[in-house]
């Protein structure tokens, strides 16, 4: 099992930055795909940003295209999300999430407050 952690999380101007960090624990070689999902009050859970084991491959959501990025350091079992341009509907509670090679997200994190002030 993996354990993760979100932190990095806050209140930000509209424009403004924030960078997310997913610390991991336990059985880290099961992160073949590390995930970035969101959720906002009354929203259904989107996927924000996707990164495989070699971190070469990535995946983001249309409307963070341009504006975030994901990356990851093996090193210290972290996966970033820099996110920049922030908008008030980027406002949401962040998680990370893991995945080994085939399967589904299944180890999921607490997650961390985004707020975005227009």
């Known amino acids: 099992q993996v354990q993760l952690v979100e932190s990095g999380g806050g209140l930000v101007q509209a424009g403004g930055s924030l960078k997310l960090s997913c610390a991991a624990s336990g059985r880290t070689s099961n992160m073949y795909i590390v995930g970035w999902f969101r959720q906002a009050p009354g929203k259904e859970r989107e996927t924000v940003a996707a990164i495989d084991w070699s971190g070469v491959r990535t995946d983001y959501l249309e409307s963070v295209k341009g504006r975030f990025t994901i990356s990851r350091d093996h090193a210290k079992n972290t996966v970033y999300l820099q996110m920049n341009s922030l908008k008030p509907d980027d406002t949401a509670l962040y998680y990370c999430?893991?995945?080994?090679?085939?399967?589904?997200?299944?180890?999921w994190g607490q997650g961390t407050q985004v707020t975005v002030s227009s």
């Open positions: 999430a893991s995945a080994r090679p085939g399967g589904e997200y299944d180890s």
